[in-house]
């Protein structure tokens, strides 16, 4: 008997029927190969955190990037960190819970809390709130957009705009309903130059009026543009490669994972991952986010107790420490060139840092659950199963392995832990290998690795006997 490569290693999700697929990804993702080598794609690593800076005992509200200084609401304090982690308290606002969002316009930036608009003046230090007896009132989204702020107020289907090159001045004529629905808006963004407007049940797009003869009328509806997918959790929009991303619903119930091209929403989740989404509790309470990695756009999506990561291709699992669970960022420092994420239980903040194989020093368990090994539904003997991986090359431990099980009922029960060597610090050639794992109509095997190692997973081999 010799040796042969399976296809076991694909991009599926976990089945809500383990008969049908137990595919699992945990803290790895898929990259696919421009020309196929061993195989078509390997598994790489997720990055690791790199503790930042320590901002508070509270984790961040909401934050930005601006001239590379970071700005975030921790309770109710605005903060700065500089370049090198330096944390600096700005100033206090009135309100210490609900989501911050923070807007940009090249001198000032303009954040709102739910409750109140504040404006803070990064050339002075300056922190104000807005007081103009026009602002609305509670503002939970704001966005900027040809020379203008753009604020919607909780509860209701209206949004508003400031003055020109302002965050201060606001006229009480200049605002405007978005009314392809009666539904209310949950989050403004600024998208392709236009405005999008996301509520409860439908989205539409509004753009800068070039017939515009005043302020009034700054901003006209795009026509034919209403689509009928709102937002589920205001904290989960993200800029995604051209669009936009976000945990969307409509009127048909279920929150799915809509990109923006144009103006078509295109879900991105299967029915797994809509199944594993809307499992969770609070998904209005969700968190999301997207980074760029090795010329790749990732975004990661925090719901109930857990992290998914898609990559472009599929979905995968990211969770932080030994015990699972979801993963420890929670918010991006949005606009950063870098992907600079906040903790969502401390006021810690990290950078998303492909060359850390821990959470900030914490443990990163990397896991892979296979597609079922078959012969026809016939019994079949697994001699040896050898894992194709890089090995040697990693020096901060010294003596990594590999854990497999295996499965001979269809992923319902494993057998105990068994575990391989994977090679000290120069030993290229060393084979990661199981054998005499018994009979059975159907395997699944799981693998995982615990050590600070790097895990790049290419192909998976046995010598089976049917």
């Known amino acids: 008997m010799t040796l042969r490569t399976l296809p076991l290693f694909g991009t599926g999700f976990p089945a809500q029927s383990r008969s049908v697929t137990n595919q699992k990804r945990t803290n790895l993702y898929v990259v696919p190969e421009r020309e196929p080598d061993k195989s078509g794609f390997h598994l790489a690593c997720t990055p690791g955190l790199s ?15 601006v001239n590379g200084y970071i700005y975030t609401v921790n309770e109710s304090k605005l903060y700065s960190i500089n370049p090198s982690g330096g944390v600096t308290t700005l100033g206090t606002i009135n309100s210490a819970t609900a989501p911050v969002v923070f807007a940009w316009n090249g001198t000032v930036l303009v954040f709102v809390d739910g409750y109140q608009g504040w404006t803070f003046t990064p050339a002075t230090s300056t922190l104000a709130r807005i007081t103009d007896a026009d602002f609305p009132a509670t503002p939970g989204s704001v966005a900027f957009l040809a020379g203008r702020f753009v604020v919607n ?18 006229d009480p004529l200049d605002f405007a309903t978005a009314e392809s629905e009666t539904d209310n808006l949950v989050a403004i963004a600024s998208d392709h130059g236009s405005l999008v407007l996301l509520g409860d049940l439908t989205t539409e797009f509004w753009a800068p009026n070039p017939g515009s003869t005043s302020s009034a009328d700054a901003f006209v509806r795009v026509g034919g543009s209403g689509i009928e997918w709102g937002i589920a959790a205001a904290r989960t929009i993200a800029k995604f490669d051209t669009g ?6 409509n009127q048909l119930g279920e929150a799915r994972v809509v990109k ?16 594993a989404i809307n499992a969770q509790t609070g998904l209005e309470d969700a968190t999301g986010f997207s980074y760029v990695q090795d010329g790749r756009t990732f975004y990661q999506l925090n719901v109930g107790e857990i992290s998914l ?24 420092a949005s606009l950063s060139e ?33 597609k079922h090994l078959l012969a026809d539904f016939n019994p079949l003997t697994v001699w040896k199963l050898i894992v194709d ?38 030993e290229y050639t060393k084979r990661v290998i199981w054998r005499t794992l018994g009979r059975a109509r159907d395997f699944t095997f799981r693998f995982r690795v615990s050590d600070k190692v790097g895990v790049t997973i290419t192909a998976i081999a046995a010598q089976v006997e049917a």
């Not at 107020?153 to 606001?170: P, V």
């Not at 936009?244 to 619903?249: D, G, N, P, S, V």
Request: proline residues 4%.
């Open 51 to 65: 503790l930042f800076a320590e901002v508070s005992t509270y984790p961040s509200r909401g934050a930005i990037s």
């Open 153 to 170: 107020t909780n509860g209701a289907g209206q949004f508003y705009w400031s003055g020109l090159l302002t965050g201060t001045a606001w």
């Open 389 to 426: 991986c890089e090995v040697g090359h990693t020096a901060e431990a010294t003596a990594p392995q590999m854990m497999m099980q295996y499965s001979k009922d269809g992923g319902n029960t494993w057998s105990s832990e068994l575990w391989s060597d994977m090679g000290a610090v120069g």
């Open 244 to 249: 936009l991303i976000w945990l969307a619903k």
């Open 309 to 332: 990561l898609f990559d472009g291709i599929g979905w995968n699992y990211v969770s932080s420490g030994s015990s699972g669970g979801r993963h420890r960022a929670n918010v991006r």
């Open 260 to 275: 923006l091209q144009g103006y078509t929403p295109v879900p991105l989740d299967d029915p797994e991952v809509s199944h």
């Open 338 to 370: 870098r992907p600079y994420v906040f903790d969502y239980e401390s006021g810690a903040c990290y950078l998303l840092d492909k060359t850390n194989l821990t959470d900030s020093e914490a443990t990163i368990v990397r896991e892979v659950v296979t």
